[in-house]
């Protein structure tokens, strides 16, 4: 089963994992959370990387991103 992980490493807080059922889902989470948590739009500095979904910047110390994984049933063996 295909998941998607949006993680929230804030320097204030825990790094978070959220997990979503669509990369829709998990992409709108975390450009939310930069909109929430960063001071000013101009903070937030989105940057492509190959094969993540959304990487974001929304302070100099602060980030959001979101990977497409997969969850496996207890005895399933993964498939590479």
């Known amino acids: 089963m295909k998941i998607f992980v949006?993680?929230?490493d804030d320097t204030h807080?825990?790094?978070t994992a959220y997990v979503f059922?669509?990369?829709e889902?998990?992409?709108a989470y975390a450009k939310i959370v930069c909109q929430e948590w960063a001071r000013c739009a101009e903070d937030i500095e989105e940057e492509p990387i190959q094969?993540?979904?959304y990487y974001a910047r929304?302070?100099?110390e602060s980030s959001v991103w979101t990977l497409e994984t997969e969850l496996y049933q207890e005895g399933e063996t993964p498939v590479p």
């Open 6 to 8: 949006t993680m929230v």
């Open 13 to 15: 807080t825990d790094p």
């Open 21 to 23: 059922t669509t990369p």
């Open 25 to 27: 889902a998990a992409v």
């Open 51 to 53: 094969g993540w979904l």
């Open 58 to 60: 929304y302070s100099p």
